[in-house]
């Protein structure tokens, strides 16, 4: 197992391209089982979590070949529907093959999903949905069995929140179900929209992205396609963050600044310099400005709100602030598992309940210390400290960033970082 070095206290300076979204990728490849045929996939980053769904890919009959970030998946021949526990059990996103089995072979059995440990997340959206296109769910030794006798048709169905895997999922069952589907309360995420275009390009007929009210008509069949992944808007978040509490000026390019309106405002709100193009955000925070750095309050929202994947590494930003401020999570109810090893590196951080007060201590208020990642966006947090901190850091259990982070330590050293791995 390796842990990552971090020689704090360095300004980030350049350019950092960013990668395919991992939230994107993973429904993307996920769809190709819809139709048989050799799917192409570009902008694919290379991270554990693309890696496992394509091992997913492989155990169902799958075959695919990776040329740099472009995926060609051949699923012509794909006849198994069992997913099994050892491929599951580190990766939630593995539901999402649930939809496009079921739609294509009317039949899956895939072992309850893993993943981060950051609440309970259930997938009884999923469920209940499938339940009312006339496929019959069980619970059973772990796993979720699903079937239909051949006539799964479309049905409205209001989700009680807007999950976005629960939207991706009953959207990929119902483009080959019998009439139409509305999806009520649907998420809004930019990767949805991403997941839409693939599935229009296959020959889906689809209305509403975008919006919360999605309308699928369902279609014979489908075809295999080739579709562009969206630029991560969370690894162009964390970069933005990263500059802005170690100090200096970047230009974050090949990403999508229309997809972090709440993130941009609230960094400019704490006086961070951003200046917006159409595919690349310039960050800076000189001296003066980091001297500054105003404390400003978050709440976690649902899309276009606040994300919570960039909720860890606010908190990271804000102990380097002038005052204080109030950090509230709704989204999950234990994502607040980086606090403890951020008070290592010297954060003044509060907890209770849903909510953190974080009482800044200024740009040179933290110190490097040996810490522990507890999962991908909190891992990430600490970097960002890391970053910041005088001295030395060292982050164990860095799989977590590994999840979600194509080549981080390369790109955080071409901007002038000292960081390295070491095993433990």
């Not at 800044?360 to 970097?383: E, H, Q």
Request: charged letters at 20%; hydrophobic letters at 40%; proline letters at 4%.
């Amino acid at each position: 197992m390796e842990k990552l070095i971090i020689e704090g206290g360095r300004p980030l300076v350049g350019e950092v391209r960013i990668s395919g979204a991992k939230n994107a990728a993973l429904p993307l490849i996920a769809a190709t089982l819809l139709a048989p045929g050799i799917h192409v996939l570009t902008n694919v980053p290379d991270l554990r979590d693309t890696r496992t769904m394509l091992k997913l890919l492989s155990e169902l009959g799958a075959v695919w070949k990776r040329d740099g970030s472009t995926l060609t998946i051949d699923c012509t021949e794909v006849d198994y529907a069992e997913v099994s526990y050892d491929l599951v059990k580190t990766m939630r996103a593995s539901v999402l093959v649930l939809g496009p089995l079921i739609a294509r072979l009317g039949k899956a059995r895939v072992s309850m999903p893993g993943g981060c440990a950051i609440g309970e997340r259930p997938i009884n959206f999923h469920i209940q949905g499938f339940e009312r296109f006339g496929v019959h769910c069980a619970l059973e030794h772990g796993y979720v069995s699903a079937e239909h006798d051949g006539t799964m048709h479309g049905a409205t169905v209001h989700l009680d929140i807007p999950s976005v895997t629960a939207t991706e999922n009953l959207m990929m069952a119902a483009v080959l179900a019998r009439g139409t589907t509305i999806i009520k309360n649907a998420a809004r995420e930019p990767e949805i929209s991403n997941l839409i275009d693939m599935l229009r390009k296959m020959g889906a007929d689809i209305e509403g992205r975008g919006g919360d009210e999605i309308t699928v008509t369902g279609v014979a069949r489908l075809r295999a396609a080739q579709t562009e992944i969206i630029p991560d808007r969370i690894e162009t978040g964390t970069y933005l963050i990263a500059v802005a509490a170690a100090g200096g000026r970047t230009t974050v390019t090949d990403c999508q600044p229309k997809h972090l309106p709440a993130l941009l405002d609230k960094l400019s709100e704490s006086g961070v310099g951003i200046t917006s193009g159409d595919s690349s955000i310039t960050v800076e925070m000189d001296p003066q400005r980091r001297a500054r750095l105003k404390g400003v309050d978050i709440k976690t929202m649902v899309y276009p709100g606040y994300p919570t994947d960039l909720q860890a590494q606010f908190m990271a930003l804000m102990s380097l602030c002038n005052g204080t401020c109030v950090i509230k999570e709704t989204i999950f109810e234990n994502r607040f598992m980086h606090v403890a090893e951020l008070r290592r590196l010297g954060a003044r951080i509060k907890t209770e309940g849903n909510s953190a007060v974080v009482t800044g201590n200024g740009p040179t208020g933290l110190s490097g210390a040996r810490v522990m990642a507890t999962d991908l966006r909190a891992s990430s947090s600490l970097v960002i400290a890391g970053l910041a901190a005088s001295g030395r850091t060292e982050i164990s259990r860095i799989y977590h960033l590994e999840r979600g982070y194509e080549n981080l330590s390369g790109k955080l050293n071409g901007l002038g970082a000292r960081v390295w791995k070491e095993d433990e």
